[in-house]
Nanobody, 118 residues
Framework: QVQLVESGGGLAQPGGSLRLSCTSY????????IGWFRQAPGKEREGVSC????????NFADSVNDRFIISRDNAKNAVYLQINNLKYEDTAIYFC???????????WGQGTQVTVSS
């Protein structure tokens, strides 16, 4: 089981930006597809973006197109989710996983909380 650690969340204002990080202390992430997911209060977990092991990119939700940018830094063994022009509805716990579909994820990490508030 690949264990991932999410970080970078916090409190931000609408229109602001955050960069979330997904890292692993044991596994080399460039060998894996990495998906970012989020779960808002009272809602189902949803996939927002995914990067394959060959670096093809997918954004799943129309609401995040042009605002969410997924990228890798193999030297830092990290996958990032840049969130621009934050909206209130981006408030959620964000998770990363070695899958692009939530039903293929065996276990979830702690996630990182993003709160958008003025």
């Amino acid at each position: 089981q690949v264990q991932l650690v999410e970080s970078g969340g916090g409190l931000a204002q609408p229109g602001g930006s955050l960069r979330l990080s997904c890292t692993s202390y044991k596994f080399t992430l460039e060998n894996y597809m990495i998906g970012w997911f989020r779960q808002a209060p009272g809602k189902e977990r949803e996939g927002v973006s995914c990067i394959s092991s060959s670096d093809s990119l997918t954004n799943f939700a129309d609401s995040v197109n042009d605002r969410f940018i997924i990228s890798r830094d193999n030297a830092k063994n990290a996958v990032y989710l840049q969130i621009n022009n934050l909206k209130y509805e981006d408030t959620a716990i964000y998770f990363c996983a070695t899958a692009c579909r939530s039903d293929l994820v065996g276990s979830w990490g702690q996630g990182t909380q993003v709160t958008v508030s003025s």
